[in-house]
């Protein structure tokens, strides 16, 4: 992972462009269920394979769908990212924003294995982190083009805060204002903008590790149906 570093930001964040094909970005837009979107006010989202508890607890008998994980499980074995994980990985968010939609700043916190790998689909976005707590906090601006992979771990997931600004333009994007610029895959295309990126509907995957997992209540759930 060492080359994919995004250097200044607190260790670790990794990223990774092109690391889905357009090919398997349009397989896996096409497969996401058009039944299971939960409607907030800023964006929509997808819990697979659900929701976790009041107690930050992942209760379920099923696994990720087989969209969510081929082919993009094996290559997070491949690059070892879930190695130290319990579980490897059990759950993943799927959240789209609409341009001028976005997710206010937050932590991903404790429920889960410290290890948060972000794929993006559709289109390119600013993901703002900053330092948690103090005044005058560092602050760095990450872009993620589609087909990307984000990854975040250790300090860089304990004491930073992240979000997506609420906005239909990210501006002044450039070799000064994004921390991740030297490891984009395609900068030229934001020079020839002039450091604008015009936001489209954006898909993102966050993969992570529930800590804290039962199937008890699913097997009694799935009794009382039957
Ligand atoms: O869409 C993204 O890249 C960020 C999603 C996020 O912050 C989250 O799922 O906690």
Request: charged share 20%; hydrophobic share 35%; glycine share 8%.
């Amino acid at each position: 992972m060492e080359p994919h570093r995004i250097p200044s930001v607190p260790d670790s964040m990794y990223y990774i462009p092109n690391f889905i094909s357009e090919e398997e970005e349009t397989s896996i837009l096409n497969k996401i269920p058009q039944n299971h979107w939960i409607t907030l006010t800023h964006r929509r989202l997808q819990a697979v394979p659900a929701k976790l508890t009041a107690t930050n607890t992942l209760i379920t008998s099923t696994p990720l769908p087989p969209y969510l994980t081929s082919p993009i499980l094996p290559r997070f074995t491949d690059l070892d990212i879930f190695s130290g994980a319990p579980h490897g990985v059990n759950h993943c968010l799927i959240n789209e924003y609409l341009p001028g939609q976005g997710i206010m700043p937050h932590e991903d916190g404790a429920a889960y294995h410290p290890v948060v790998a972000t794929v993006s689909l559709g289109g390119t976005v600013v993901l703002d982190v900053v330092e948690k707590g103090c005044e005058g906090a560092r602050k760095w601006r990450i872009l993620q083009e589609p087909r990307s992979l984000l990854v975040t771990m250790g300090e860089a997931y304990t004491e930073t805060l992240h979000g997506i600004q609420e906005v239909r333009e990210d501006c002044d994007l450039n070799a000064e204002t994004v921390a991740n610029w030297g490891l984009l895959g395609d900068r030229e295309v934001f020079v020839a903008s002039g450091g604008v990126n015009e936001r489209t509907t954006r898909i993102s995957l966050t993969y992570r590790d529930v800590k804290k997992v039962s199937t008890i209540g699913s097997k009694i759930f799935g009794r009382g149906k039957t």
